[in-house]
């Protein structure tokens, strides 16, 4: 999300409703507001997110070219 804005990349608010953005400066808060309640906030803000990026091809095609990396493989033989 914080490098989306500087590759052209935002959530418009359609995609992310206001129960998940503040009230002043209208950016996605990722806290909950309720304390008690931050898996579910963040599960649906997190389903939001991946519904805009599954249907958005800018998005698909910057994640394929900029996002996705190898990771190393650890041997199993040198693990605890």
């Known amino acids: 999300m914080m490098r989306a804005k500087s590759m052209g990349l935002e ?12 009230a002043k400066t209208k950016k996605i808060v990722v806290t909950a507001p309720v304390k008690d309640q931050e898996v579910e906030y963040l599960t649906g ?3 939001a997110l991946m519904t805009y990026d ?13 996002v996705l990396h190898a990771l190393p493989r650890i041997c199993p ?4």
């Open 45 to 47: 803000l997190a389903v």
């Open 54 to 66: 599954a249907n958005a091809p800018q998005v698909v095609s910057f994640a394929s070219e900029n």
């Open 77 to 80: 033989a040198n693990t605890f």
């Open 11 to 22: 959530y418009p608010v359609s995609a992310v409703g206001a129960a998940y953005r503040s």
